[in-house]
């Protein structure tokens, strides 16, 4: 079973600072991977989707990138704002059904 | 935009009731699930369905069934509610199998037994 783990649990950064979040998974052969954002007692809002033929994902200041042999993800926010505070989740499909959930990073940025 | 209705916000229960979530997707989707996120434990999906009247069970599916009647309408059912199903529960849909689309939530259910 796929195994997705997201290392560090809590992360506080200045405004304004570029940051990485890290998403690691077991299997490598995966379908595709997709990072969502969850705002305190609310659903997940999906960021982006990388399939697994492609290298990155870019969306405004978000940009996701996959190392499918390595088994790692990372999620690039550039110049963060209070607005970004929340919790980020990676997903991974083996199936391109099923997705497998890490347990997230919260991120707080102090104006 | 994908929009995903979960019927209820906030929902108290006792032990023993059956209790019924709502589920409805307004994009026609194929695919519908519900997941529950516990602290620490993350998501994990209970239930999920391609098409209506199928299902087949998640990584949890013990305790719960689920009912898809319409192709915009996924409802998950605790037969006789438990204090350890005491959860936050998400709906998403996305649409299709194998189709590399994401998936969308609706704002979840706080569910809570006494």
């Known amino acids: 079973k796929q195994e997705v783990t997201q290392i560090p649990a809590a992360l506080s950064v200045p405004e304004g600072e570029n940051l990485v979040l890290n998403c690691s998974f077991t299997?490598?052969?995966?379908?595709?991977l997709q990072w969502f954002r969850q705002d305190p007692g609310k659903g997940l809002t999906s960021l982006l989707l990388i399939q697994s033929s492609q290298r990155e994902q870019t969306s405004g200041r978000l940009n996701a990138s996959l190392d499918k042999s390595s088994g790692r993800s990372t999620l690039y926010i550039a110049a963060s704002q209070p607005g970004d505070s929340a919790t980020y989740l990676c997903?991974?499909?083996?199936?391109?059904?099923?997705?497998?959930f890490g347990t997230g990073t919260s991120l707080t940025v102090i104006p | 935009d994908v929009k995903v209705t979960q019927s209820s916000r906030y929902l108290v229960k006792r032990t023993g009731e059956k209790v019924f979530l709502e589920c409805v997707q307004d994009?026609?989707?194929?695919?519908m699930f519900w997941y529950r996120q516990d602290p620490g434990l993350g998501l994990r999906l209970i239930y999920f369905s391609y098409d209506v009247k199928m299902k087949e069970k998640g990584d949890i599916p013990e305790g719960y069934s689920v009912s898809r009647e319409k192709k915009e309408r996924f409802s998950l059912i605790l037969e006789s509610a438990s204090t350890n199903q005491t959860s936050m529960y998400l709906c998403?849909?996305?649409?299709?199998?194998?189709?590399?689309?994401?998936?969308?939530f609706g704002d979840g259910t706080r569910l809570s037994i006494l």
């Open positions: 994009m026609d989707h194929e695919n």
């Open positions: 998403a849909s996305s649409l299709a199998r194998r189709s590399n689309q994401p998936q969308h």
């Open positions: 299997d490598s052969a995966i379908y595709n």
């Open positions: 997903a991974v499909s083996n199936t391109g059904n099923q997705f497998y």
